[in-house]
């Protein structure tokens, strides 16, 4: 797979973890991705941003921003950073670039110094890089890293522009192309993924396709990105590749980025990840259509279960999968349906609200079933749901004294039903759907999309065709649903 373009240089950088003199970073693009004179790039960037799409998006975590020259995607820039609350006061704003020069194992973090810009200088929280360096062997610093690589350099003045109060930042250069390396860097990096900090990812996306390609590719791509899946990324990277598409290089060259702020999110409740802007560099007026970059523009944020009417501590859902767990226990090995001791729940557990109770063993969906009536508490809902999917899932036989040990809980509360009017209203990996036709009926958990990488027609006609069994396009002609699911499984508290 070309995910890394080949015009990078890959050069042996040695890292350094011993005491460097103080020296800042200063600028290498300047005056070429970006003006170099302190006036004019201020005029550039308020035209940027007097052109960009408004803020859309609240409570903010991090951004997804292009680092091409402005010329091409300042304006798609601005859009990114224009969902970010200027007069918010975030501890660190970490930026984090794919290295396009040197490649090396991990990631470099500048840690002897500030970053400076036509601006002035942007101070570095120096402290936690050396603390991020000493506590984990994924992170180091690589001078070689910094000292010609655009990807964080470009992002600076545009935070300084825009930003109303002070900020330190934390510069990360991935050199690395291991899944697994990866993986721990977002580890390492995820304890500071809340609304105390910002995230910053500095990506362009496809490379040189002519202009038609680049939209249908950069489309493909960004797809799978709303769909906070790890998996379904790499997937769609595979397939992009696989079509082999003139002059395309590669479907976003900071993939290792992205990747990391993913592996960061994929677990997390209430993430919703939203396109903000989308342009290449044909849509400028000096680009050229016959090879183009594309450059998308994206916000993450994160809801505190405001839409769904519940905030589930983590304490209500080990009880909740652990009345799934007895339950299922009891009714398989004695046929009772042990009674529940409600005192000390919470308010939240007692009150109605649908649910879905999900099996699975050895990873394979083993039982589904659930009811979105709210015509009892969901304590109540979970444990009638856990005995029906062990028993009365009309897919499988019933669940078996000695497979109780080798399944997997997981259990999705659900928000009331709306009706939409459009299936634009469908948000892949955030609504699941209920297709009603006369007497036929079927449904998708919001995780379903997820988990198959299916697109928005992908995701209707399976669940027309197998689930409600009205065919592929029957969904065209049905009631449409979405409701939302708070999604929680046992293997996050062992």
């Not at 050396?130 to 180091?140: H, N, Q, R």
């Not at 729940?345 to 979105?372: M, N, Q, W």
């Not at 759907?433 to 209707?460: C, D, H, R, S």
Request: glycine share 8%.
């Amino acid at each position: 797979m070309m995910l890394l373009l080949s015009l990078h240089f890959w050069g042996n950088g040695q890292s350094s973890q011993g005491k460097q003199p103080s020296e800042d970073r200063k600028p290498c693009v300047a005056g070429r991705f970006y003006p170099s004179n302190p006036s004019e790039l201020k005029n550039e960037l308020a035209g940027y941003f007097a052109n960009a799409k408004p803020k859309t998006v609240k409570n903010v975590l991090a951004i997804v921003t292009p680092h091409a020259g402005y010329v091409y995607s300042g304006q798609v820039a601005a859009s990114a950073f224009n969902q970010i609350d200027p007069d918010k006061k975030y501890e660190r704003i970490f930026i984090i670039g794919s290295s396009h020069r040197a490649h090396f194992e991990g990631a470099s973090i500048y840690n002897i110094g500030n970053y400076v810009s036509p601006l002035g200088t942007v101070k570095v929280d120096t402290e936690l890089a050396k603390k991020l360096i000493a506590s984990s062997k994924v992170f180091t610093f690589n001078k070689d890293a910094d000292i010609y690589e655009h990807s964080l350099e470009v992002q600076l003045p545009f935070l300084q522009y825009k930003m109303k109060t002070s900020f330190t930042i934390v510069p990360i250069i991935i050199g690395t192309q291991s899944k697994t390396t990866i993986a721990k860097i977002s580890e390492a990096l995820k304890p500071y993924f809340n609304d105390k900090n910002l995230f910053v990812i500095s990506s362009d996306f496809s490379h040189y396709p002519a202009y038609k390609s680049a939209v249908a590719v950069d489309k493909a791509t960004a797809d799978a990105i709303l769909l906070n899946s790890p998996e379904a990324f790499l997937d769609v990277l595979e397939k992009n590749d696989e079509k082999q598409i003139p002059n395309l290089q590669t479907s976003i060259c900071g993939w290792t980025s992205m990747l990391t702020i993913l592996n960061i999110t994929k677990d997390l409740p209430g993430i919703e990840i939203i396109p903000v802007d989308y342009k290449n560099s044909g849509d400028a007026s000096i680009g050229d259509k016959n090879q183009v970059v594309g450059y998308w523009a994206m916000a993450i944020t994160q809801s505190a279960g405001e839409e769904t009417g519940f905030n589930l501590s983590d304490e209500d859902k080990k009880t909740l999968l652990r009345i799934a767990r007895h339950t299922i226990d009891k009714y398989i090995n004695q046929g009772i349906v042990p009674e529940i001791d409600a005192t000390g729940f919470s308010e939240t557990l007692k009150t109605p609200a649908g649910a879905f109770v999900t099996l699975h063993e050895y990873g394979d969906l083993r039982g589904c079933i659930g009811t979105f009536k709210p015509d009892k508490p969901l304590y109540l809902v979970v444990q009638e749901m856990a005995i029906s999917s062990a028993t009365k899932d009309y897919r499988f036989s019933k669940v078996t004294s000695s497979e109780i040990k080798k399944i997997d809980i997981e259990i999705s509360v659900l928000t009331p039903m709306k009706k939409i009017s459009s299936i634009n209203e469908i948000k892949l990996g955030k609504h699941g759907i209920y297709l009603k036709k006369g007497m036929n009926t079927g449904t998708f958990l919001p995780q379903v999309a997820t988990e198959t990488g299916w697109n928005l027609e992908e995701f209707l006609g399976h669940c027309a065709r197998d689930k409600a069994g009205i065919g592929w396009e029957g969904w065209k002609e049905a009631e449409i649903f979405i409701y939302e699911a708070l999604v929680f499984e046992e293997g996050e508290f062992e």
